[in-house]
């Protein structure tokens, strides 16, 4: 890092408003690929912000872990003031950026936590440091991580196995660990969403959801791993966009005084760096118009405000707040100083010199092995003999198949089915209804789980009625469920208890290797053999 | 680049034989995300052979852009002995490692030759000068094209659209402009596939292909973009694994002294490096042993040796079939030589710096999209009139859905008619049949082309049985093909001229918008208006 930083009581009033926004870029390097063009500016776009309106960060999505690297010292390089580099990486950073360690959702954790919580903790603080290091590695100084949501609703179609579980003390502990674990290296951490996003059925980018629970429920339940994550240092607190009726009527969390500075600062005793959740979310900008939005989060008592519709515009309404009296110079300054405390902590900071050639050691994709075993769910009745001198499929579920980062030919899903005589089918939920007419044994691998926008945890009516004209076919003779395990909790109600499944909460190389292997009883030697022309992915 | 080169007179024998040696790699930075496990070495064994073995390359294919920087220089680290990376970027470096410019493939611009050749040859030189910078910026210092393989044979399945044309005069004068274009950077570039692989049925990557012309035949054909090559300065040829039967009825050419130093080194005069196309291939891997290949391309004539099935028992066989006098030493230094006249052109060049964030500049791009405007074809009854009320599909056909580098949900294929009303439904031909029950009005979008080793030119009789099927039941209302002309070819002949058509011989985003602006007679201001949404990728 070239840039120092400099005194930030030097700013103008609207430089120092300029820190306290982030806004979300590509990170790919060049135009052309951008995936987001509603959210994402262009290169011109983008260098003219961070050069003129002193932006406090970016907060990055596509790329690979290299593209990475090349685009934050790019960003740097525009940037006068260093920037903070946030990216959503809830299941290590491999989860957003190939090349670098892909862990499994933190709900993996979450069940080994039931049978052995000091082993889950052990795994939740490596999650963390290898998280830590390999967003070092490329740039990315602040992790939107991790999720200290309460997942007690099934149907919450956002949250989901994001969350380490449904357990608050779970929560907290594998929540506590993982900051811990961060803390090895200069980036920062993030604990979200405040107060608790974990009892919803709707999803806040689309709508805001409403939090009818009393405040002693709130205390007892969904602030618990939030006390943890403060009483382990974390560095930011991301705010919901929720309402919570037993707080404030009025307002979302986001914008919310009373629960912002009331609970979050005073009450909760929170010192560091409060950010909202994106304010591009339906939830929050359906609520007014963008420059009251940015107002109301500045005197909610955010500190900074994620994806605004417009930075400049977020900039002026804030500095005219200011000018008008709304707002006085101090809430500002308040920010400035929290924002100056995390950023030394990462630039002043003796760092250490992370290669990025160094990603994805051996051992931590030995503890993302680990995870996917301890925590994998399995019939009784295993193995699925195979049958090899039969016409056989495997049909493979996505939920999007333009979506789908796990479609890749090499994958131990399509590979290692193949092998043993599958004929792959490769369908999403869409096309589900063309390849019911095909009697041919199946092997059904389902790759389904909650996702952000999509309204619902992946699972709607139309593909239940699907699954169960194949179920009623005694065709299906195996069945392997990646993802999600309120998808199997249907199908272990719904479907003939004879058919051998395997449940992993992964859905990467790692995790389809590890269920195949499972499935299929295939020893060690065995893999070995077919590894030849595979690769040793997956031994 | 910090390592200068040696002097090679003091290398040893064995240090010398392993100059002549190019492997295959994987321009993923990281073992796990090889995706070809049998021919690209993990990093531990290639890092032990470019230190031990002395060899003289690396051919990268896999990773972006971004990550081809940092493999190059990882690479290059681990050798002592500078090294050739080569990359088989025949349509510009995007073509391979995304990021950079992808051009259309050569056969576009032998399109519009036939009615503009100067223009034509204007985009060539452009297209040799853009490959050669991008190539520069990521490290790739040899450029395995142009193509100048005359395809006069519709069914080709490896050649096709990768050559500029079925006229061998176009297709001279095209390869002469790209060589022109790319010498503006210190790249070395390669004419292929020597003595001409265009009028082959059958795919060298699989089996070796018989070519029974007479000799005058050749020299009036296929020869004479090659002469072309060898006298635009040319760097290296790749020699084709095809049985020459005119020549030398015993070895393929890649292994004969009589076409390598008889016809290329001694008739046509070509005093640069000869390569032997990948010697892993089975049109000369099942010739004989690997050891014995090696020692016969050498025999033959070859300065470098690509590919071979292990670098470590190639050196090995040259080095005792040196030892036992069947070849001499004076034929490894001569290899040397030319080897060493590269390496200078590469290295001690005063390098021209070229930045990756300079990669896909704008006018570079406009040219992409001028190749794919003057080479679209379009049938006279334009546009297809969009009927909103009804239900209609967007069918696109893929040849391989899990190999389909444009099937990002970004697309303009997708998403132009998408705004227009369209369903998609995208299937591969191997799922075709499922969705021929459907009767909704179609837009039929075809991606496919010829590719090595598929062993057809991506059209098999089964699949011309479901097209069959779905023009007989004029439900097709109109049909963009990308790729393949041969297709198209098929197409007018069997179906129903009423039928709007457009045909583009790119697959790429940029093919797509114009196929689609075209179809639909799309204004700019109408395009712009979806761009909101979609990004300005296609305007």
Chains 1, 2 share one sequence.
């Not at 260093?82 to 957003?96: H, M, Y």
């Not at 495997?394 to 890749?408: H, R």
């Not at 869409?430 to 019911?436: A, D, G, P, R, Y």
Request: negative net charge.
């Amino acid at each position: 890092m070239t840039n120092l930083l400099p005194d930030w009581t030097q700013f103008s009033l609207k430089e120092k408003i300029g820190q306290m926004i982030v806004v979300r870029a590509s990170g790919y390097l060049f135009d052309h690929q951008i995936l987001y063009p509603v959210w994402e500016a262009s290169n011109p776009q983008l260098s003219y912000w961070l050069e003129t309106l002193n932006l406090g960060g970016v907060i990055l999505l596509g790329g690979s872990s290299a593209e990475l690297l090349l685009r934050t010292q790019q960003l740097q390089q525009w940037s006068k003031t260093p920037l903070f580099i946030a990216a959503d990486i809830e299941e290590g950073v491999g989860q957003r950026f190939k090349g670098a360690t892909y862990f499994p959702p933190p709900m993996a954790l979450g069940e080994i936590a039931k049978s052995d919580l000091s082993l889950a903790i052990n795994y939740a603080y490596q999650m963390g440091e290898v998280t830590a290091k390999e967003a070092l590695a490329m740039g990315i100084n602040w992790i939107l991580s991790p999720i200290v949501d309460v997942n007690n609703n099934p149907d919450n179609p956002v949250i989901n196995i994001r969350a380490f579980g449904d357990s608050p003390e779970i929560v907290s502990e594998l929540g506590k660990a993982f900051i811990q674990g961060a803390k090895n290296y200069p980036t920062l951490t993030t604990a979200k969403h405040f107060p608790g996003h974990g009892d919803t059925s709707s999803d806040s980018h689309l709508d805001l959801p409403i939090i009818s629970h009393n405040n002693e429920r709130l205390e007892s339940l969904e602030l618990i791993p939030f006390e943890g994550a403060i009483n382990a240092k974390v560095d930011s607190v991301m705010t919901a966009h929720l309402l919570i009726n037993a707080w404030d009527k009025q307002n979302p969390a986001t914008l919310s005084k009373t629960i912002l500075t009331g609970k979050l600062r005073d009450k909760l005793g929170f010192d560091g760096l409060i950010v909202t959740d994106a304010l591009i979310m339906g939830g929050v900008a359906k609520f007014a118009d963008s420059e009251e939005i940015a107002v109301k989060a500045v005197e909610a008592g955010a500190d900074i405000l994620l994806m605004p519709d417009d930075p400049e515009l977020a900039i002026n309404a804030v500095y005219n707040a200011v000018n008008t009296g709304r707002l006085n110079v101090e809430r500002i300054d308040e920010s400035l100083n929290k924002i100056w405390q995390a950023k030394q902590k990462i630039f002043n900071h003796q760092n250490k010199n992370i290669s990025i050639y160094q990603l994805s050691q051996k051992e931590d994709r030995e503890t993302v092995k680990n995870i996917l075993k301890y925590s994998l769910k399995t019939s009784k009745n295993l193995p699925l003999k195979v049958t090899s001198n039969k016409s056989q499929r495997n049909l493979i579920i996505v939920d999007d198949i333009l979506n789908a980062e796990f479609l890749d030919r090499q994958m131990p899903g399509f590979t290692i089915p193949n092998l043993l005589g599958y004929d792959l089918q490769l369908v999403d939920q869409n096309t589900f209804h063309n390849v019911l007419e095909d009697n041919r044994e199946t092997l059904l691998q389902i790759f389904i789980r909650g996702n952000p926008f999509r309204g619902n945890a992946g699972f709607n009516e139309t593909a239940k009625s699907c699954y169960h004209k194949l179920l009623k076919k005694s065709i299906v003779k195996g069945l392997i469920i990646y993802g999600s395990p309120y998808i199997l909790d249907w199908f272990t109600t719904e479907m003939n208890l004879d058919i051998p499944w395997v449940f992993s909460y992964g859905q990467m190389a790692e995790s389809q290797a590890i269920a195949c292997q499972t499935l299929f009883n295939l020893s060690t030697a065995e893999l070995r053999e077919m590894s030849e022309n595979l690769g040793d992915i997956f031994i």
